[in-house]
């Protein structure tokens, strides 16, 4: 029995972020830039933050306990990483190429706590809703009707939006080379 994978229609979208995958110049480009850490002893890298990310989305449908059966083309769980890292950057820098007001980006990025959790990497269940996410904003069919209420449903709601917002501005700074 085949495994069947799903894959954003890259027709269909403008976004060159669709195509992305990690490849080793781009492997090699973050592996030499640390990221702000609380702990003194930390090598941490953005390299290991892409594949923490990249990892904890694929076990989301590869792992033990996944969440639905059809897994995603491997590009997109990089893609995920790669995205995470830049929410994690961008919310540091409080800038954004979208052309929003730099107030409107101060109040809506994440604050300092959720900055350290991204660059710390996945801990435990709270982060599932950052690939849950990420999962409807490809269109993956198990992911589009999430079934949240009350508090859980602004979170998610929230998470979209900024998840959407880093791969738009992602997207817009790579087309102009300035990643």
Same mark, same amino acid.
């Given at each position: 029995?085949?495994?069947?994978? !799903? ?30 850490? %609380? ?37 997109? !769980? ?16 409080? %800038? /954004?190429?979208?052309?929003?007001? %730099? ?15 991204? #660059? ?8 599932? /809703?950052? !690939?849950? /996410? ?21 979170? #998610? ?10 791969? %738009? ?11």
């Amino acid at each position: 029995m085949a495994i069947e994978f !799903y894959r954003i229609a890259t027709k269909n979208t403008s976004f060159d972020m669709m195509h992305y995958r990690y490849n080793e110049k781009e492997r090699l480009f973050h592996i030499l830039k640390s990221v702000p850490s %609380q702990s003194a002893d930390s090598k941490r890298t953005e390299d290991s933050v892409i594949q923490d990310w990249t990892e904890f989305a694929a076990d989301a449908l590869k792992g033990k306990f996944k969440e639905h059966s059809m897994e995603c083309w491997v590009g997109h !769980y990089e893609q995920f990483g790669r995205v995470m890292l830049h929410l994690a950057n961008m919310s540091l820098a409080k %800038q /954004c190429a979208l052309g929003f007001s %730099q107030s409107f980006i101060e109040n809506i990025l994440l604050d300092d706590e959720s900055i350290s959790a991204i #660059y710390d990497g996945p801990s435990g269940t709270e982060e599932r /809703c950052y !690939y849950r /996410c990420w999962f409807s904003l490809i269109g993956h069919p198990g992911f589009l009707r999430e079934s949240v209420t009350g508090m859980e449903a602004i979170k #998610y709601s929230y998470t979209k939006f900024v998840l959407n917002i880093a791969l %738009q501005d992602l997207d817009l700074k790579r087309r102009r080379n300035l990643i």
